[in-house]
C-alpha cells in the first residue's frame, strides 16, 4: 500500500537504460520515491501490496535462494519499472503476469521490461528467481544492517536500507504490504519472521517454516532471521507471543514472553489498542551489532532487552510500525516517541520520574553539539539515528504535553495512530493534529523544538 510523496520532491536521476524503440510509448517508472536521504531506495509507478518470499538458507554455504512473487499494482502506464535490489545478488528469471520479462541489474537496481506494456491502474504479479551469498549493508553512519552473518545463521535487520541485501521489494517506507515466509533451513536452524508461524515441516533433513504478517508493513520491519534458536509461543495478555532466543541467551530471557504483557498493557491505555496480531521478540548473538530494531510484531535484538530497551521495541509497535514515516528525516516521529514511551514506562514503574528523565535531558548545556540538530530534520542519512532525534524528539513531546495538558495530549496520541494506523504521516501532519485538538496554536513551541537548531528555553 502506497501513499505517493509529493510531487515537489521527486528527484529526476539519469536512467542508464536503453530507450525503447520508437514505437512503443516509453513510460518507465521512475528508480526512486523521492525520498530525499536516499534518492533510489524505493521505485515509482506502482503500488506492491503482497510479498510471497520463499526462501532457502545454508548457513554452511552461506548460499540464498529465493522466489519473490509481488501482487502489485501499477499508478501509471508501465514500459519498465524497478525493484530494489542488491547487485551481490543474481537475478536468474523475471516473469511479469506469467511471462518472461527482459531485465537489466545495475547497481542495486533491478528495471524489468515486461513483455508488453502494463496499462495503468493494473493489478500484476511479478516473480524474481534469484540466487547468491548476501552480504550485509554498511550505513550511512557505519552500523551493519540487512543480511548479517552469524555463528549460528543470520541476524536480520533492515533499517533503513538493508531489505535490498535479501530480497527484491518497492522499498521505501511509504509501499506497505502484506507478506508471506516461506523460509528453508538445515533442521538443526531454526527461521523465525514477522507475524503468525503457520506450519513447519521437515524432511530430509531440512525444516521448511511458514510465517504470514497480514498486517501491511513497510519493508524495512521485515526479518527473517536464522540460527540455533529455541522458539516459544504462547499467550501472553491475549495476544500470540512468540519469541527465539539464542542458547546463549537463554537463562536471562526466561521471563522474556511474559514481560511482554504488563507493557503492552500499558500502552495499549495510553495510546490505544495494540495494531497487530501478534507479537514477540527474536534474542540473537550478533558480532558488531550495536542496536536493536523494532521489527514489526517481533523487534530484534542483539541481548535479552532490559525494561528500557523492551518498552522503546514495544513503543515503536504504535509509533513506526503501525504509524510510519513518510520519509526518513521525520524519523523523530519514530525515535523520539519510542524514547518518550520509555521514559513512561520508566515513571510507571517507579524507576526515574518522568520529570527527571526530562531535566537530565535538558540539562545538556547550550554549547553542546547535541543541540544543534533539530529533529524535524537531522540533515542527512548519516544523522538518522543521532541522540538529538531521539532525546530532544522525546523532550518535545514532554514539553506539548505540558502546553496542552494530559487529556489533549493523550488524545493527540490515540487519534495519531488511529488515523494513520496501517500508513503514513509526516511531521507537519503531526503538528497540524496537535493544534486541531489542543485548540492551541503551538507554531512557537514546534519551531523551537523541532526546528530550530539551538537549544531552546523552557
Ligand atoms: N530504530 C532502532 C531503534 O531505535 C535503531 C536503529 C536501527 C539504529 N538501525 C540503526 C541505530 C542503525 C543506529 C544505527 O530501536
Ligand atoms: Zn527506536
Do not use: C
Not at 53 to 69: F, I, N, Q
Not at 233 to 247: E, M, N
Not at 278 to 297: C, F, K, M, R
Request: proline letters at 7%; a neutral charge; aromatic letters at 10%.
Amino acid at each position: 500500500m502506497k501513499r505517493l510523496l509529493a510531487l515537489t520532491t521527486a528527484i529526476a536521476i539519469a536512467l542508464p537504460f536503453t530507450p525503447a524503440a520508437a514505437d512503443s510509448p516509453d513510460s518507465p517508472g521512475s528508480q526512486g520515491a523521492g525520498d530525499p536521504y536516499f534518492p533510489l531506495q524505493g521505485n515509482g509507478g506502482y503500488d506492491a501490496r503482497h510479498y510471497d518470499l520463499t526462501l532457502d538458507y545454508d548457513p554452511g554455504t552461506r548460499v540464498l535462494k529465493g522466489t519473490a512473487t509481488i501482487s502489485a499494482r501499477s499508478t501509471q502506464a508501465l514500459s519498465r519499472f524497478n525493484l530494489d535490489l542488491s547487485k551481490t545478488l543474481t537475478v536468474a528469471s523475471v516473469t511479469v503476469d506469467g511471462t518472461a520479462a527482459r531485465f537489466t541489474h545495475e547497481g542495486d537496481e533491478l528495471a524489468v521490461s515486461p513483455a508488453s506494456a502494463i496499462a495503468a491502474g493494473k493489478p500484476f504479479t511479478v516473480a524474481v528467481a534469484y540466487a547468491g551469498k548476501p552480504t550485509h549493508i554498511v550505513d550511512p553512519d557505519g552500523s551493519k544492517e540487512g543480511w548479517i552473518r552469524t555463528p549460528d545463521g543470520v541476524f536480520n535487520a533492515n533499517e533503513p536500507e538493508g531489505a535490498k541485501s535479501w530480497y527484491p521489494g518497492n522499498h521505501h517506507l511509504t509501499d506497505k504490504a502484506g507478506y508471506r515466509f516461506t523460509v528453508t533451513v538445515p533442521s538443526d536452524r531454526v527461521a523465525v519472521a514477522n507475524g503468525s508461524l503457520v506450519s513447519q515441516n521437515t524432511a530430509m533433513g531440512r525444516t521448511t517454516y511458514v510465517w504470514v504478517a497480514k498486517e501491511p508493513m513497510a519493508s524495512y520491519l521485515t526479518t527473517v532471521s536464522i540460527g540455533d534458536f529455541t522458539l516459544t509461543d504462547t499467550t501472553v495478555g491475549g495476544l500470540r507471543t512468540i519469541v527465539a532466543v539464542d542458547p546463549e541467551h537463554a537463562a536471562a530471557a526466561k521471563n522474556l514472553a511474559q514481560r511482554h504483557g504488563p507493557v503492552l498493557a500499558y500502552f495499549s491505555g495510553l495510546f490505544g489498542p495494540y495494531p497487530f496480531s501478534t507479537t514477540g521478540a527474536i534474542v540473537d548473538n550478533a558480532p558488531g551489532v550495536g542496536y536493536a530494531l523494532e521489527s514489526q510484531t517481533r523487534p530484534i535484538y542483539p541481548k535479552v532487552p532490559d525494561e528500557v530497551l523492551l518498552s522503546h521495541e514495544l513503543a515503536h509497535q504504535w509509533f513506526g510500525d503501525a504509524v510510519t514515516p513518510e520519509r526518513w528525516k521525520d524519523i523523530w516521529l519514530n525515535e523520539g516517541f519510542a524514547t518518550y514511551a520509555e521514559w513512561m514506562w520508566a515513571d510507571k514503574r517507579g524507576a526515574t520520574p518522568l520529570s527527571t528523565a526530562f531535566s537530565r535531558a535538558y540539562a545538556r548545556t547550550a554549547d553542546d553539539r547535541f543541540w544543534q540538530i533539530p529533529p524535524a530534520d537531522p540533515g542527512n542519512a548519516k544523522q538518522l539515528f543521532k541522540d538529538a532525534v531521539y532525546v530532544r524528539g522525546a523532550m518535545t513531546l514532554h514539553v506539548l504535553r505540558k502546553e496542552v495538558g494530559d487529556k489533549a495530549f493523550f488524545t493527540i496520541l490515540r487519534t495519531w495512530v488511529a488515523d494513520h494506523k496501517y500508513g503514513n504521516a509526516s511531521t507537519a501532519d503531526f503538528v497540524a493534529l496537535s493544534k486541531k485538538i489542543s485548540g492551541k496554536p503551538l507554531d512557537a513551541l514546534f519551531d523551537a523544538w523541532l526546528v530550530k537548531p539551538g537549544k531552546p528555553a523552557l
